[in-house]
């Protein structure tokens, strides 16, 4: 995986940090939404989004807004002090399996650091914690991971499972089409507005 060109980019910029914060914390209020699919169309600073649940959503970005890509990373890369956010799901075989995993660049090191509930898949969670072991296995890798606390999490990476960290984008990646996740907050009239998207690039869509 590019991670040195991952953290040249957010090293350069505390925006690619604070967007990493919108993107992979807990909701901090009931108005804030996470918003999944493919773009409409981009029409000055409205962003039209058809959203994974079918209906479109109407997007107004906010002055100053930012955008980072994503890129594809490789699990045999992970080692233990690396950072990582993990959506994860209950296995019929007990402890969590991921669904999938960013590495987080170091600069990024601590962002949204906890385990909580997470809205990509019923009964999912997002773990952003240190790795502390990584065992290879037969269907994969299994990372330990300690957060906040003092806390300790086992989960299991199956072979598939998307990978990925941040990346650089333009605006021109912001093409009908292109999968995109947006961290938006509802206003009082039902409007979404948002300061940050994150856009797939290079074929690499984003997974959280």
Known sequence: MNLKLAQALCGASAAAAFLAIAVLSPAQAAENVRVR?????????????????????????????KMAGVAKASLEDIKPGDFVGIASLPTSAGGDGAVEVLVFPPAMKGTGEGS?????????????????????????RTLDLSYSGGKEKK????????????????????????????PAQRG????????????????VDPPM
């Open 37 to 65: 699919g493919t773009i409409v169309g981009l029409d000055g600073s409205t962003l039209t989004v058809k959203t994974r649940e079918g209906p479109n959503a109407m997007l107004m970005l906010k002055p100053g807004w």
């Open 116 to 140: 909580y509930p997470w809205d990509l898949k019923p009964k999912s969670t997002m773990t952003n914690a240190t790795v502390t072991n990584a065992v290879m296995g037969v269907d994969g």
């Open 155 to 182: 989960i299991a990476i199956p072979d598939g499972v998307p990978i990925v960290t941040f990346g650089p984008a333009t605006e021109a990646d912001l093409k009908p089409g292109a999968t995109v996740f947006v």
């Open 188 to 203: 009082d009239d039902g409007a979404l507005a948002a300061g940050f998207v994150v856009v797939g690039t290079n074929g």
